[in-house]
């Protein structure tokens, strides 16, 4: 999809499809699932430490909070890693996980 | 000074008095939490300045000193958690996962726990090999490998060892402290000299701080107590006073003076809720938090800071005399 070009050059505002997947899940999972969103082909991510509530009330270590990791897939890639998630994570851990359409500008750098 | 005196004086100490205000504040759902970053950065300072003491009194000690209590310590880091393990099976009908998962707390060490014997021990002016911290190390990491172990051979497979044995080994608490130690080994007790005034001195005062924090975070897992039954409720009470009397008594054989033996018997009653709670979370996934993040935080370490270290001083001065 393209946007619209103004005055500014074309290639500025033009922007790709892509999914963001956002998993938050108890910070001990941290760098498992950075190293998994790495190996199913994401190129980069964002991690935030957050706080909240959810069905599991129960934490590892509570005091140390959980995390919410953000990171922008083509949708091939967002379905393994919800497939990937679903079947590894969910069964034990507290995590939740959506992917949602977003329009990226730079978008190739992405996929 | 007799015991109930002891007992006395070390419920009216700063520390037991600062984490009855934080499960005060917690019960009364005031406002008292630290920021996250402060506890972890109280934490971080009390792990390696524990270390950094330790290793500076053992870079006094000789080989052949240490050698036995070394021992000793490895010897009880294998022995509890397979005994806990047992009883939490046979007595308590637990899962392995369930069961492996508690044992692993009880096996390792809980070094505020460790931390408050030394305060209550300075406090009546009893002595106590400055080495200890450095045994401490050596008690944190083979109690949760033992308990993983026990599960993977009970239920043919699960957690892998390798990864557990990194996620024990490279953990905060566990690189804070080995390196800790190290590094008062290494600089020497002089060497440590001119670092002492932010390691040595303000600790105590640090500690009394982080206990109103654990107060707070004890207290909010209360909660959970109505979940993990009687059973376990009475296991984190007399498995702590058992195995204490154990410490006790393999510590004055292994030649530990009255403190040291206080302090090993407080090592080896206290239950681990820094190291343990990750390294089992990964390891042991279908294991419970409640049981044992309740019996470990919420009932051993309240009953150990309390009552229980003037408890096991009571059981070496029994032993020693």
Same mark, same amino acid.
């Given at each position: 999809m393209h946007s619209r070009s103004g005055s500014t050059p074309e290639d500025e505002f033009r922007t790709v499809e892509l999914e963001r997947v956002t998993i938050v899940a108890e910070s001990v999972l941290e760098s498992r699932l950075i190293a998994l969103v790495r190996e199913l082909g994401a190129r980069g991510w964002t991690l935030t430490e957050v706080r909240g509530e959810g *069905?599991?009330?129960?934490?590892? *270590?509570?005091?140390e909070g959980n995390v919410k990791i953000e990171t922008l897939v083509p949708k091939a890639v967002a379905d393994r890693l919800l497939a990937s998630l679903a079947r590894d994570y969910f069964p034990h851990y507290a995590v939740v996980a959506y992917a949602d359409r977003v329009r990226v500008v730079r978008g190739e750098k992405y996929s | 000074m007799d015991s109930l005196e002891l007992l006395r004086l070390n419920l009216t100490s700063p520390m037991v008095l600062g984490f009855a205000l934080g499960v005060f504040a917690a019960l009364v759902k005031g406002d008292l939490k630290l920021p996250d970053a402060v506890h972890s950065a109280i934490g971080a300072y009390l792990l390696f300045a524990i270390g950094l003491k330790g290793g500076a009194e053992l870079s006094k000690t000789t080989i052949d000193t240490i050698l036995l209590p070394t021992t000793a310590t490895l010897l009880v880091g294998t022995a509890i958690p397979i005994l806990c393990y047992a009883v939490l099976r046979? +007595? $308590?009908?637990? $899962?392995i996962s369930d069961a492996a998962a508690i044992a692993a707390h009880y096996g390792s060490v809980s070094i505020v726990t460790f931390t408050a014997a030394g305060v209550y021990l300075d406090a009546q002016h009893t002595t106590y090999e400055g080495y200890m911290s450095a045994l401490v190390a050596f008690l944190e990491v083979p109690g949760i490998l033992v308990a993983i172990l026990i599960a993977r051979v009970a239920s043919k497979g699960g957690a892998s060892i390798r990864e557990s044995l990194h996620e024990v080994l490279t953990g905060r608490s566990n690189l804070l402290l080995v390196g800790g130690v190290l590094i008062g080994l290494l600089a020497g007790a002089e060497g440590v000299k001119p670092v002492a005034p932010f390691f040595v001195d303000p600790f105590r005062g640090a500690l009394t701080l982080f206990l109103i924090d654990m107060g707070l975070i004890a207290a909010g897992r209360l909660r959970d107590l109505k979940r993990v039954g009687g059973f376990l409720v009475g296991f984190a009470i007399v498995a702590p006073m058992i195995n204490g009397a154990l410490g006790a008594a393999i510590g004055t054989a292994a030649g530990l003076s009255l403190g040291g033996a206080t302090i090993f018997a407080t090592m080896v009653a206290s239950a681990s809720y820094i190291a343990a709670p990750v390294a089992v979370r990964i390891? +042991?996934?279908?294991?419970?938090p409640a049981f044992y993040l309740t019996s470990s935080l919420a009932i051993t370490f309240p009953f150990n800071l309390t009552v229980g270290i003037p408890l096991y001083h009571a059981f070496a001065k029994w032993i020693h005399s």
């Open positions: *069905s599991r009330g129960v934490r590892a *270590s509570e005091w | 046979r +007595l $308590g009908k637990f $899962g390891a +042991l996934p279908d294991a419970n």
